[in-house]
């Protein structure tokens, strides 16, 4: 056996372990949901092939839950990920300086809260947002400002940017690491030109950052439309279904409702509208990402 052909088996030997592990726990389950898609596969009852009907159900109307979490879901991802991506940026921004004291403590201070359990982190901002008792209510009543019920009424869905935006340590380490990558030649050359502190960024700073502002994007894209444990946690959907989100609904119907094969299609209704925005995001990027390697 030639050296080629071991190195090749070996190789295979090597990424086994991860080759079995996708098809038994992501390719094959993926494609058991789109078989039972097509069924109204339950524990109660016998399973039947209704091909069509359960997408049918969810298009025609006929759920009246299903719209109102695309909404919910949709708005909150238009909320989301804009609120995230610019507080990270800033504050990556701000950590970058050299100027700035404890910049070593600050950068864990404002990393630990993505670490932390997502249960406790929530436990502490409905203690923060309850309109009775709540830390922000008495600050508002103390500033003589009208308080609200966040999570509790109307304003529940915008409430919810604020834990989002508090976790978003991860994306910010990922800005962080993108910013010191800069050259810094380039800065200085646009001293040199008499460039102040605006045209370091818009002409030096932020093209630069272009990949990873769209790294992030598609990645908090990805992960707010999938958005559960907020709802799942704080809200349990509501309040009137105002928080409702599409991975949450497709919870209830599969572990309340019992109704897998619906659950199922709700799923890759969702893998569907996730391809096409990020899909969207892609085509799009040729238009405002710059890459080192292009003039």
Same mark, same amino acid.
């Given at each position: 056996m030639s050296r080629q052909k071991k190195e090749n088996i070996a190789g295979i030997l090597f990424s086994l372990p991860a080759i079995i592990g996708f098809l038994a726990f992501s390719l094959g389950p993926m494609i058991a949901s789109l078989v039972m898609s097509f069924t109204n596969y339950s524990i109660s009852h016998p399973t039947e092939f209704v091909g069509l009907g359960n997408y049918t159900e969810l298009f025609s109307g006929q759920d009246t839950f299903f719209w109102n979490s695309v909404k919910v879901t949709m708005t909150f991802s238009l909320m989301n990920v804009p609120v995230c991506i610019i507080t990270a940026f800033l504050v990556a921004l701000l950590l970058n300086s050299k100027k700035l004291r404890g910049m070593t403590f600050l950068r864990a201070a404002f990393y630990i809260p993505t670490i932390l359990p997502i249960v406790a982190t929530a436990m502490i901002f409905m203690w923060i947002m309850s309109p009775d008792f709540g830390l922000l209510n008495a600050i508002l009543e103390a500033l003589h400002l009208p308080t609200s019920d966040w999570i509790y009424g109307n304003a529940a869905l915008p409430s919810l940017l604020l834990m989002t935006a508090w976790t978003s340590g991860n994306i910010m380490?990922?800005?962080?690491?993108?910013?010191?990558?800069?050259?810094?030649? !380039?800065?200085?050359? *646009?001293?040199?030109? %008499? +460039?102040?502190?605006?045209?370091?960024?818009?002409?030096?700073?932020?093209?630069?950052m272009t990949p990873t502002i769209f790294f992030n994007t598609v990645m908090f894209v990805i992960s707010s439309m999938q958005?559960? !444990?907020?709802?799942? *946690?704080?809200?349990? %959907? +509501?309040?009137?279904n105002k928080t409702n989100f599409l991975v949450y609904y497709l919870y209830r119907v599969a572990f309340e409702f019992q109704n897998i094969g619906k659950a199922s299609s709700l799923g890759w209704v969702l893998f569907v509208m996730i391809l096409v925005v990020v899909g969207a995001l892609f085509w799009s990027s040729k238009y405002w990402v710059f890459y080192s390697d292009e003039s």
């Open positions: 380490v990922v800005f962080l690491a993108g910013l010191q990558g800069v050259p810094q030649e !380039l800065y200085e050359s *646009i001293e040199v030109d %008499g +460039g102040g502190a605006w045209a370091k960024f818009w002409y030096c700073t932020f093209p630069h958005a559960f !444990l907020p709802a799942y *946690i704080m809200t349990q %959907g +509501g309040p009137n």
